[in-house]
């Protein structure tokens, strides 16, 4: 038999016993973290006041289909909790050019358990005046479809959005006039309407469906000729069909192909319509021919009954023209801030005559210095630079059509130009990358 005072003691510590599992039970506990976050803040690049009112879409770089959609809040700020792997957004607002703007590909980052990724970014401000925007929502049967690239166009020109997780869209920053709308994805078939877009008011409900069962195909091969040696050789080549006048890439019809000298590829359930094929885009040491692109344009198809005329589109590409300073690095399309004038410079590439520079606005695609003259099928060069000259202080020539603005961006390229005897002509043999050679002027 136990005394009075051992039982009393166990009685004190098989309480205390119970009340530490009945605390540790219903203490709450902090769920395991199995998401990370994006955020980011959203400013005008001439003021950088912050911007409310944005949408920012997130998208999933690896189907390139919307995942989240949110709008910034008073400061500009904004967030999404997702899913580790890798995303990229978009982000448009009336009254401004969207980011990226159109014709450039968002640069992909990743989210990781448990981090914060930043992704701010300046906007740059419309130069349109008359300009509404257009609503509606895509969708298959009664059902919204997310990830639809919807195009708004009339005589050769072209604004866009992205349909979001609930099937809507909104294109933003379109002139006053009578558009016809069309959607456009992988195995889908779309209705076209009319919008009569009048300026700073929405022209709402332009509703589109989309029919399944697409069966056009596109094929063709991919020939790398190297005028160099390719610094360093991509594992693969990405190759796309694109809208011909935004350059859009059309949802579901892109791939990404293991990279040789000579490669062969294929698309399947293409709609019916005019694509620009497009390949190697991204910085990678390889550009599209450029002497090809300047004579007869980009690589086109067109679609009638899911016959594609050509029946083969084949690309050609050569190695890039290195840029050296300024300009942005190989990974990211972040503009490099530059003071004054600034002196372009790049590394010699061979077989070359002379070099062409080129300086564009890259908020409108405007050529502000060098760059090449059309004369009715006549290509001339507006500068020429010799073969043994591998830099030059821009509008050293006097011939720029616009100083640089502070604040704004711009994107300068170089072409390699080889005089040909036989012909008494010039033929362009490489060029740099399409993503580089961003600036910032401050």
Do not use: H
């Given at each position: 038999?136990?005394?009075?005072?051992?039982?009393?003691?166990?009685?004190?510590?098989?309480?205390?016993?119970?009340?530490?599992?009945?605390?540790?039970?219903?203490?709450?506990?902090p769920?395991?973290?199995?998401?990370?976050?994006?955020?980011?803040?959203?400013?005008?690049?001439?003021?950088?006041?912050?911007?409310?009112?944005?949408?920012?879409?997130?998208?999933?770089?690896?189907?390139?289909?919307?995942?989240?959609?949110t709008?910034?809040?008073?400061?500009?700020?904004?967030?999404?909790?997702?899913?580790?792997?890798?995303y990229?957004?978009?982000?448009?607002?009336?009254?401004?050019?969207?980011?990226?703007?159109?014709?450039?590909e968002?640069?992909?980052?990743?989210?990781?358990?448990g981090?914060?990724?930043?992704?701010?970014?300046?906007?740059t401000?419309?130069?349109?005046?008359?300009?509404?925007?257009?609503?509606?929502?895509?969708?298959v049967?009664?059902?919204?479809?997310?990830?639809?690239?919807?195009?708004?166009?009339?005589?050769g020109?072209?604004?866009?959005?992205?349909?979001?997780?609930g099937?809507?869209?909104?294109?933003?920053?379109v002139p006053?006039?009578?558009?016809?709308v069309?959607?456009?994805?992988?195995?889908?078939?779309?209705?076209?309407?009319?919008?009569?877009?009048?300026?700073?008011?929405?022209?709402?409900?332009?509703?589109?469906?989309?029919?399944?069962?697409?069966?056009?195909?596109?094929?063709?091969?991919?020939?790398?000729?190297?005028?160099?040696?390719?610094?360093?050789?991509?594992?693969?080549?990405?190759?796309?069909?694109?809208?011909?006048?935004?350059k859009?890439?059309?949802?579901?019809?892109?791939?990404?192909?293991?990279?040789?000298?000579?490669?062969?590829?294929?698309?399947?359930?293409?709609?019916?319509?005019?694509?620009?094929?497009?390949?190697s885009?991204?910085?990678?040491?390889?550009?599209?021919?450029?002497?090809?692109?300047t004579?007869?344009?980009?690589?086109?198809?067109?679609?009638?009954?899911?016959?594609?005329?050509?029946?083969s589109?084949?690309?050609?590409?050569?190695?890039?023209?290195?840029l050296?300073?300024p300009?942005?690095?190989?990974?990211?399309?972040?503009?490099?801030?530059?003071?004054?004038a600034?002196?372009?410079?790049?590394?010699?590439?061979?077989?070359?005559?002379?070099y062409?520079?080129?300086?564009?606005?890259?908020?409108?695609?405007?050529?502000?210095?060098?760059?090449?003259?059309?004369?009715?099928?006549?290509?001339?060069?507006?500068?020429?630079?010799?073969?043994?000259?591998?830099?030059?202080?821009?509008?050293?020539?006097?011939?720029a059509?616009?100083?640089?603005?502070?604040?704004?961006?711009?994107?300068?390229?170089?072409?390699?130009?080889?005089?040909?005897?036989?012909?008494?002509?010039?033929?362009?043999?490489?060029?740099?990358?399409?993503?580089?050679?961003?600036?910032?002027?401050?």
């Amino acid at each position: 038999m136990i005394s009075k005072d051992v039982f009393f003691r166990r009685i004190v510590l098989l309480i205390c016993i119970t009340g530490l599992l009945v605390a540790g039970c219903s203490k709450d506990d902090p769920a395991p973290v199995t998401t990370g976050k994006v955020a980011g803040k959203v400013m005008s690049l001439s003021t950088t006041a912050a911007l409310a009112d944005a949408t920012v879409i997130l998208f999933d770089a690896n189907t390139n289909s919307p995942v989240k959609t949110t709008k910034t809040n008073s400061s500009g700020d904004y967030s999404f909790d997702a899913d580790p792997g890798n995303y990229f957004i978009k982000i448009y607002k009336q009254g401004y050019e969207s980011v990226p703007p159109q014709g450039i590909e968002p640069v992909p980052f990743s989210i990781a358990v448990g981090q914060t990724t930043t992704q701010s970014a300046e906007m740059t401000e419309s130069l349109l005046t008359n300009a509404g925007f257009i609503t509606g929502k895509v969708t298959v049967g009664s059902t919204g479809e997310a990830g639809v690239l919807v195009v708004a166009e009339l005589n050769g020109r072209a604004f866009s959005a992205i349909s979001d997780q609930g099937g809507n869209y909104t294109i933003f920053n379109v002139p006053a006039d009578t558009y016809t709308v069309t959607a456009y994805k992988a195995d889908f078939s779309s209705n076209s309407a009319p919008a009569n877009v009048t300026a700073n008011t929405g022209t709402n409900n332009i509703n589109l469906s989309l029919t399944q069962g697409a069966t056009g195909q596109v094929a063709g091969t991919f020939k790398v000729i190297s005028q160099t040696t390719i610094v360093t050789p991509p594992a693969t080549i990405d190759i796309a069909l694109v809208n011909p006048v935004t350059k859009e890439t059309i949802p579901g019809l892109s791939q990404t192909v293991p990279y040789s000298s000579s490669l062969s590829y294929s698309f399947a359930k293409v709609p019916d319509g005019t694509y620009v094929v497009r390949a190697s885009f991204a910085n990678d040491y390889i550009v599209i021919d450029p002497d090809y692109i300047t004579k007869f344009g980009d690589y086109t198809v067109s679609l009638s009954g899911g016959t594609p005329t050509p029946a083969s589109v084949d690309i050609v590409a050569t190695s890039a023209v290195l840029l050296n300073l300024p300009t942005n690095e190989m990974s990211t399309t972040v503009p490099v801030e530059v003071t004054g004038a600034p002196v372009f410079e790049w590394t010699a590439y061979p077989s070359t005559s002379d070099y062409v520079i080129e300086v564009t606005d890259a908020s409108t695609g405007s050529v502000i210095w060098g760059g090449f003259t059309d004369n009715s099928g006549t290509i001339s060069k507006n500068i020429t630079i010799p073969s043994n000259t591998t830099s030059i202080t821009f509008n050293s020539d006097g011939t720029a059509t616009a100083d640089l603005v502070v604040g704004k961006v711009y994107r300068w390229r170089v072409f390699a130009s080889k005089n040909n005897v036989q012909t008494n002509s010039w033929n362009l043999i490489a060029a740099s990358e399409d993503q580089m050679g961003l600036i910032k002027v401050k």
